[in-house]
């Protein structure tokens, strides 16, 4: 009876998101990326497994379903990281409750940005002088609010539910901005040591409108000889995760947690390692060991792609991540090294810069 009933949670999720994907072929890869770097030291340390194993503040942005497994009344997480040698700024806050026994609230806050951009077109005045107290400074970034709410099934024992409302604005200084709105929903299933997840990100498929400052920007087009944006749109078409974790007690101290996510895209072919032009699959996979359920080592294994280098062969590589954390008493406390997804830093910059990510939470009745 398990069985059958995992398997008919799993199927009717895949095709749930399968069907509203293939509704928008045309559009573009690489839409509100900045949502899919990920949050929270403990998981980027396990390299993004987290569909079947959140439980903590975190779950609403990994899957709101995890919620229903917070420990305590109220819980607050915070994360703080830097990309491109410092450049960008990653931060990330979340607050979660459990309303009652079977259904919890939380709210996510996600920022993305680079700041103090000089703007320098009018350095130089009309009569050709350098004018330093005329550079102004600018920042691009990218935000995100999610509301997440969970419910446990009375269908099915063990089984959890969640959704997340995205608000989404993205700033380019006084050049362009856009607003956003978006839908997640994810399940978990518990059968003894073993933790079951999906995640259907971007369900409805999100839609970000996009707004330009034509007199801002006639300037520096009229010197590049491009044409002026427009105001456009921008679809991000649905994307499925599933994962797996199964738990073991090694002794009385030391206990173990494997895990694994499978990440299906159907916005064209990516660098993943399956890919095709109807869907492309990226797997990756996740270990935490831990001591007396209070200090953790965590690795995994993520970004899996091929590179051609410069005498026309082929490179294969993945991205490897470590982690340490540190729990007692409702205080968290996790580092990470890890790095920009490659496929996600792609659209922005290249890859392979090492990121630090230092991450706290607390949890309190």
């Given at each position: 009876m398990y069985k059958i009933t995992l398997r008919l949670f799993l199927v009717v999720a895949f095709f749930t998101c399968w069907s509203a994907a293939t509704a928008q072929v045309s559009t573009p890869k690489y839409s509100n990326e900045f949502l899919n770097i990920g949050v929270g030291a403990r998981a980027l340390g396990m390299g993004n497994v987290q569909a079947a194993i959140a439980n903590d503040a975190t779950a609403g942005y990994w899957n709101p379903a995890g919620?229903?497994?917070?420990?305590?009344?109220?819980?607050?997480?915070?994360?703080?990281?830097e990309l491109f040698a410092g450049i960008a700024k990653n931060d990330y806050g979340s607050f979660a409750m459990p309303l009652d026994d079977k259904s919890a609230l939380g709210v996510s806050i996600?920022?993305?940005?680079?700041?103090?951009?000089?703007?320098t077109r009018r350095l130089q005045n009309e009569y050709g002088y350098i004018q330093y107290d005329s550079i102004r400074f600018f920042s691009v970034a990218d935000y995100a609010m999610l509301l997440s709410y969970a419910r446990k099934s009375n269908l099915v024992e063990g089984l959890q539910l969640g959704a997340s409302a995205k608000l989404i604005y993205r700033n380019v200084g006084e050049f362009a901005n856009a607003y956003g709105f978006g839908i997640d929903a994810g399940a978990q299933l518990t059968r003894g040591t073993w933790q079951f997840g999906v995640m259907a990100k971007d369900i409805t498929t999100t839609f970000t409108a996009w707004t330009h400052n034509v007199e801002a920007l006639e300037e520096a087009y009229q010197q590049t000889g491009n044409d002026l944006p427009e105001s456009s749109a921008e679809l991000t078409l649905p994307?499925?995760?599933?994962?797996?974790?199964?738990?073991?007690?090694?002794?009385?101290?030391?206990?173990?947690?494997?895990?694994?996510?499978?990440?299906?895209?159907?916005?064209?072919?990516r660098n993943v390692f399956v890919k095709s032009d109807l869907m492309s699959i990226d797997p990756h996979i996740g270990v935490e060991l831990a001591y007396a359920k209070a200090v953790f080592v965590r690795a995994g294994l993520n970004n899996y792609q091929e590179t051609k280098n410069f005498?026309?062969?082929?490179?294969?590589?993945?991205?490897?991540n470590f982690g340490v954390g540190f729990k007692t008493n409702g205080?968290?406390?996790?580092?990470?090294?890890?790095?920009?997804?490659?496929?996600?830093a792609n659209a922005i910059a290249s890859g392979g810069i090492s990121s630090v990510i230092i991450s706290f939470g607390y949890a309190f009745n």
């Open positions: 919620l229903l497994n917070l420990q305590y009344k109220y819980n607050i997480a915070l994360m703080h990281s996600i920022r993305l940005g680079v700041d103090d951009i000089a703007d994307r499925l995760i599933l994962g797996v974790g199964k738990s073991f007690e090694i002794n009385e101290k030391f206990s173990a947690l494997v895990s694994s996510d499978i990440d299906f895209t159907f916005d064209g072919k005498d026309g062969s082929m490179n294969k590589r993945i991205q490897p205080l968290n406390l996790d580092l990470a090294l890890s790095r920009v997804n490659g496929k996600e």
